[in-house]
């Protein structure tokens, strides 16, 4: 996650190359380890990576622009692979009020583009690590 959140913010990438094993390793932890639900997993992949994909092309269709990747369609989708479908809410307003707060004291003007990957990162981390303390 720490690698993810620093290529995003170098280069605005979030390489295929980690968030597809990102997702397929939470998949695979749900399969083989008792007491994790893999439908739960497999939603969360599912719909995350869906919500994403539809977001970022709303915003496609409406400014002639991307403004959500699909790197971080597929990070949310890995994150909801790990976290289970319930979680990708609590992750969302994580991440999204990370962002907010980044927005609002950074020195670039209104238009500029922020990196969102290193948020879902954030909050990724902070409901795993929730998750192994509890």
Known sequence: LGYLAWRDLADRRLPDAVTLPL????????????????RAAVLGAGGGFAV????????????????????DAKLFAGAGAWLGWQALPSLLLIASLGGLA????????????????????????????ARLAG
């Open 102 to 129: 980044a927005a609002l004291f950074r020195r670039e003007g209104r238009g500029a583009e922020l990196a969102f990957g290193p948020w879902l990162c954030l909050g990724f981390a902070l409901l795993w690590g």
């Open 52 to 71: 994403f994909w539809a977001i970022g092309a709303w915003f496609f269709a409406r400014h002639g622009r991307e403004g959500l990747g699909l790197g």
């Open 23 to 38: 997702l397929a390793a939470g998949l695979a932890l749900a399969a083989l380890t008792p007491g994790l639900e893999l």
